[in-house]
């Protein structure tokens, strides 16, 4: 039976949102690998870095509590990664079986996280643009945006399984998280979506990661933070280790 393409309506950009009053997530400058970067949103006296390359380049030691965030020149997929290649009949029918043939995650309650962090997964969008005069980037099509909803609600700890160094965390929130595109800076977010992203990242992905045991899950889940601009108190893990989240 043939499927209905999905029809999706362009997304509007948030308007101001009320800033938020914990101090669970803050954000603090961090170098970039361009020069023309900088952060593009204060509260109070900690500057919020919410622009930056859209490949996301950075040095991340994942073994030590370093809080140096180090720019680091783009760098190719990482070598026998999982790779995800989707199309237009892909999108429009948000079908996630090439993400899950590609991986072999049948069912997101039987992922071992193990694997997949040592492995890493990346993505190859060939989407066929139906104006080849369409500026926009791919982050910016609606009907792509919609299947990678679709495919963070079913895996929403996927974020921590990307091949980060190759920049699919900064393309994975972009498809996710409103934001404009600058000629200078590249991706620019609105600075209170992300930061609520980050957030409920940080709650599911140290979660889950600790759910099955793998070693230093709050730094894991620090490093994911820092990637995209911003630095977790310990208050948070504590209360998450208070309230743990139900992930069966």
């Not at 308007?15 to 009053?21: A, D, F, Q, W, Y």
């Not at 970067?37 to 370093?66: C, E, H, K, M, T």
Request: net charge neutral; proline share 11%; with cysteine.
């Amino acid at each position: 039976m043939a499927t209905t393409p999905i029809k999706c309506k362009p997304l509007l950009p948030l308007s101001s949102l009320p800033k938020p009053t914990t101090s669970w997530l803050f954000g603090k400058p961090i170098s970039h690998p361009f020069p023309n970067s900088r952060p593009v949103y204060q509260r109070g006296n900690v500057a919020i870095s919410v622009s930056y390359n859209p490949q996301g380049n950075f040095d991340l030691s994942l073994f030590d509590d370093d809080d140096e965030t180090k720019a680091a020149p783009p760098l190719p997929p990482t070598e026998g990664r999982f790779e995800v290649a989707i199309d237009n009949d892909v999108i429009s029918r948000l079908d996630l079986s090439p993400f899950q043939a590609a991986t072999g995650m049948k069912s997101p309650l039987s992922v071992k996280p193990k694997e997949f962090l040592e492995r890493t997964i990346g993505f190859t969008i060939n989407y066929t643009r139906e104006d080849p005069r369409d500026p926009r980037e791919l982050s910016e099509y609606p009907d792509i945006r919609v299947w990678f909803v679709r495919l963070d609600a079913t895996y929403p700890w996927l974020p921590v399984l990307l091949d980060w160094r190759a920049g699919e965390l900064a393309r994975y929130a972009a498809m996710l998280v409103p934001h404009q595109m600058n000629i200078k800076m590249g991706v620019v977010f609105n600075p209170e979506a992300l930061e609520l992203f980050v957030m409920k990242k940080v709650f599911i992905v140290y979660s889950w990661l600790k759910h099955h045991n793998i070693p230093k899950p709050k730094l894991k889940a620090n490093d994911m933070a820092r990637m995209l601009g911003f630095t977790i108190g310990d208050e948070l893990y504590d209360f998450i280790d208070k309230h743990p989240l139900d992930l069966s």
